[in-house]
């Protein structure tokens, strides 16, 4: 029976550890996704009118 290579093993979690690492920076320094559709705009049209 072939030995274990504990070494090719840990290579490839520290590989993996190492990717998702960076896929977590690349989505934190990612610019935020547009606002939903369905969602009320921000840019004035939710306020009440103005008594006057």
Known sequence: MAKPNYAF??????????????EKANRRNAP???????????SGTAEPPHEG
């Not at 840990?10 to 190492?18: A, D, G, P, S």
């Not at 996704?33 to 009320?40: D, E, G, V």
Request: net charge positive; hydrophobic share 10%.
């Open 9 to 22: 093993e840990k290579r490839q979690r520290e590989l993996e550890k190492k990717r998702k690492k960076e």
């Open 32 to 42: 935020p996704p547009p606002p939903a559709t369905n969602a009320p705009p921000e």
